[in-house]
T-cell receptor, first 114, second 114 residues
Framework: DTGVSQNPRHKITKRGQNVTFRCDPI?????LYWYRQTLGQGPEFLTY????????KSRLLSDRFSAERPKGSFSTLEIQRTEQGDSAMYLC????????????FGPGTRLLVL | EDQVTQSPEALRLQEGESSSLNCSYT??????LFWYRQDPGKGPEFLFT???AGEEKEKERLKATLTKKESFLHITAPKPEDSATYLC???????????????FGKGITLSVRP
């Protein structure tokens, strides 16, 4: 069990560019979550998957954001036409199936949009 | 809408000076309350999950308690390495796969001076 991993750890991009982040959950964790965290705030929920199905999306997730988990393993989060307001830490978490509710977080991807 | 309020926003303690961090919450049926520790530039690290009022959990110098309206994280004889941001989150009872997300407070920044 190597924990949740995220790549890249840091990304600097220019406004208007597209970016994609990857999350590899803990093996055998069927639920995968994406959160966004800005400075001085707690993480805010974006979306989550159970296996390959995207079951819930936040109103924060505008049309420029899309997430996939094609084979029920790793997930990608893409932001199209980035804006300066997208600058944040993007966190991924995973949870084991069953009644244990704890979500385990990865190290995050810090995005800076210039 | 689920809400989490943490207080104080920041806390400075002398090494060995015990204190408590507060997390007040409103949720439409509590499924679980979670405490995480977050170091600068890193993802949240899981500490405790509490499921019902009256439940308590301990780990080294930390003890978490839960009532129907709030949770406390008690820190006994803290050390400088306990300096971090402590996040509280709640999860509401799921309805058809929805409400699986965590709703976080803004966090409490703890600084322990040697």
């Amino acid at each position: 069990d190597t924990g949740v991993s995220q790549n890249p750890r840091h990304k600097i991009t220019k406004r208007g560019q597209n970016v994609t982040f990857r999350c590899d959950p803990i093996s055998e964790h069927n639920r995968l979550y994406w959160y966004r965290q800005t400075l001085g705030q707690g993480p805010e929920f974006l979306t989550y998957f159970q296996n390959e199905a995207q079951l819930e999306k936040s109103r924060l997730l505008s049309d420029r954001f899309s997430a996939e988990r094609p084979k029920g393993s790793f997930s990608t989060l893409e932001i199209q036409r980035t804006e300066q307001g997208d600058s944040a830490m993007y966190l991924c978490a995973s949870k084991t199936p069953g009644h244990q509710e704890t979500q385990y977080f990865g190290p995050g991807t810090r995005l800076l949009v210039l | 809408e689920d809400q989490v309020t943490q207080s104080p926003e920041a806390l400075r303690l002398q090494e060995g000076e015990s204190s408590s961090l507060n997390c007040s919450y409103t949720v439409s049926g509590l499924r679980g309350l979670f405490w995480y520790r977050q170091d600068p530039g890193k993802g949240p690290e899981f500490l405790f999950t509490l499921y019902s009022a009256g439940e308590e959990k301990e780990k080294e110098r930390l003890k978490a308690t839960l009532t129907k309206k709030e949770s406390f994280l008690h820190i006994t004889a803290p050390k400088p390495e306990d300096s971090a941001t402590y996040l509280c989150a709640v999860q509401a009872r799921e309805i058809g796969g929805a409400n699986s997300k965590l709703t976080f407070g803004k966090g409490i920044t703890l600084s322990v001076r040697p």
